[in-house]
């Protein structure tokens, strides 16, 4: 369905214009969107063992951003275990390249970001499904990484919590990393373990309707803290390795 978008103006307290209005689009048919969750769902119990701890912490209604850590590709569907919700997600562009792989990914509530630069329509997108009353996926990191640390994160989740009022849940994924490893063409067989943690309320807005960066970088570092002490608590769940020093 048509959303469309108005740019309030969050952001720093420059007093910039803000850009015109635009309208995102997410749209995910129903009865497909249920067919394939099953499918996901199936999948993660059986094959990959996916257990979750702190389930309850996801909001069962209203918008709130999921923050997982990133260590494989497959974490944008095992991390759908956290919540019965109807969930949505950015994905790189290039996966639409196939038209058989975007139709599917687009079916469990993704949408495209051209992760070269700062891609507005994709945001919009995202801020359009939370201004809906939606559960939105974003990865902190931006893209998968490897290693027990989780460091550098993207700002967007900070941004967006603050448009828009959403809560952010901090994820810990355990395991996931062992499912593709690198040289491996298919999934593997692998136990995963998921820590959900308490939700972040989203940061304040100045009086002018803005979000200082120093709030914004202030919540971006809480949100890496939290997602690491989650992290290495799923790592060892799954006798992975966890943060070193």
């Not at 309030?8 to 969750?37: I, K, L, M, N, Q």
């Not at 701890?53 to 974490?75: E, K």
């Not at 931006?142 to 700002?155: F, Q």
């Not at 309707?209 to 939290?226: D, K, S």
Request: a neutral charge; proline letters at 8%.
């Amino acid at each position: 369905m048509p959303v469309t978008i108005r740019d309030d103006g969050t952001g720093d307290d420059t007093g910039a214009t803000p850009p015109p209005r635009r309208e995102a689009v997410v749209a995910t048919p129903a009865f497909v969107y249920r067919v394939v969750r099953w499918l996901v769902h199936v999948v993660c119990r059986l094959y990959w063992r996916v257990s979750v701890t702190g389930a309850q912490c996801v909001p069962a209604d209203g918008p709130v951003i999921l923050a997982p850590v990133h260590r494989n590709f497959m974490d944008f569907f095992v991390v759908t275990e956290v919540s019965s919700r109807k969930l949505y997600y950015m994905a790189k562009d290039d996966l639409w390249d196939n038209r058989w792989l975007g139709g599917f990914i687009e079916s469990m509530g993704a949408f495209p970001v051209n992760r070269e630069g700062a891609d507005r329509l994709a945001l919009d997108r995202a801020q359009a499904v939370l201004e809906r009353g939606d559960a939105l996926i974003l990865f902190p990191e931006g893209t998968r990484r490897s290693g027990p640390v989780v460091e550098d994160l993207h700002e967007g989740a900070a941004f967006l919590a603050a448009r828009t009022g959403a809560p952010v849940v901090p994820i810990g994924i355990g395991g996931s990393d062992r499912i593709m490893p690198k040289g491996a063409h298919l999934p593997r067989p692998a136990k995963v373990h998921l820590e959900v943690g308490v939700p972040l309320e989203a940061p304040a807005r100045s009086e002018r309707g803005r979000v200082p960066r120093t709030q914004v970088h202030a919540f971006t570092e809480r949100l890496g803290a939290q997602i690491q002490r989650l992290y290495d608590l799923a790592q060892a769940e799954v006798g992975g390795p966890g943060q070193t020093g």
